[in-house]
C-alpha cells in the first residue's frame, strides 16, 4: 500500500533548538519524495524534495530508503518556521500522497 | 512570480445542489490537478489531468465529480448533487512541463461547505 506517516500532530521547540519532523513512507517502487509547507493564511508551496539534495531555509531532508524515512531537519528553529509541514510521496508520475501533517510551533 | 489562483475562496451551497469550483493554472503548465482537504485530515488526490484527459484519479472521484478544461485557461472541478460530506476545502494544482506529478504549485484553494 502506498502511504505517507508524519506521527506527530503537532512539535512545539523553542527558538534556536533544534527539529526534527518525521516521516515514514510506504512504496514498493523507487520513491520521489518532498516536504510542502503552510504558513499562516499561505498557500501551501513546495518546501524542499529529496532529489534535490538542498537545504531551504535551513531544513534539509535525507531519504533513507533502509528505514523508508524522510526526515525533516533544521539545526537551530527560528520563530518564522512555525507552520503546517506536510510530506508527501509521489506515485506513478501524477499522483501525490500527504501525509497528515506536523504543526510546528517554535516559541521564543 | 506567476501563480495559482482559485475562485471563489469560499462557497457555500444547498445539499442536492451542483458547484463548479474554478481555477487558472499557471500559464506554461500542462499538469493540471484538484485534491480535497476535510477539516482536521490529511490532503486527499482526487484528479490529474493531461493533454486534455484524466491521467488519474482516485476511488473518491466518483461520477458524482467531473474536471474541464473548457478553454486556454480555466480548469474547473464540477461537484454534482453536493452531499454534507463534501463541505472541505478543494484545493487546484498545477505542474511544469517534464514534471509530471511534481512539484506541485497550488492554489489558495476553495472552502466549499454544504448546509
Known amino acids: 500500500a502506498q502511504r505517507v506517516t508524519q506521527p506527530e500532530k503537532l512539535l512545539s521547540v523553542f527558538k534556536g533548538a533544534p527539529v526534527e519532523l518525521k516521516c515514514n513512507y510506504s512504496y514498493s517502487g523507487s520513491p520521489e519524495l518532498f516536504w510542502y509547507v503552510q504558513y499562516s493564511r499561505q498557500r501551501l508551496q513546495l518546501l524542499l524534495r529529496?532529489?534535490s539534495r538542498e537545504s531551504i531555509k535551513g531544513f534539509t531532508a535525507d531519504l533513507n530508503k533502509g528505514e523508508t524515512s524522510f526526515h525533516l531537519k533544521k539545526p537551530f528553529a527560528q520563530e518564522e518556521d512555525s507552520a503546517m509541514y506536510y510530506c508527501a510521496l509521489v506515485t506513478g508520475g501524477f499522483k501525490t500522497i500527504f501525509g497528515a501533517g506536523t504543526r510546528l510551533f517554535v516559541k521564543a | 512570480e506567476p501563480e495559482v489562483t482559485q475562485t471563489p475562496s469560499h462557497q457555500v451551497t444547498q445539499m442536492g445542489q451542483e458547484v463548479i469550483l474554478r481555477c487558472v493554472p499557471i500559464s506554461n503548465h500542462l499538469y493540471f490537478y484538484w485534491y480535497r482537504q476535510i477539516l482536521g485530515q490529511k490532503v486527499e488526490f482526487l484528479v490529474s489531468?493531461?493533454?486534455?484527459?484524466?491521467?488519474?484519479k482516485s476511488e473518491i472521484f466518483d461520477d458524482q465529480f467531473s474536471v474541464e478544461r473548457p478553454d486556454g485557461s480555466n480548469f474547473t472541478l464540477k461537484i454534482r448533487s453536493t452531499k454534507l460530506e463534501d463541505s472541505a476545502m478543494y484545493f487546484c494544482?498545477?505542474?511544469?512541463?517534464?514534471?509530471?506529478?511534481?512539484?506541485?504549485?497550488f492554489g489558495n484553494g476553495t472552502r466549499l461547505t454544504v448546509t
Open positions: 529529496h532529489i
Open positions: 489531468f493531461y493533454n486534455n484527459e484524466i491521467s488519474e
Open positions: 494544482a498545477s505542474s511544469p512541463p517534464g514534471q509530471g506529478g511534481s512539484p506541485l504549485h
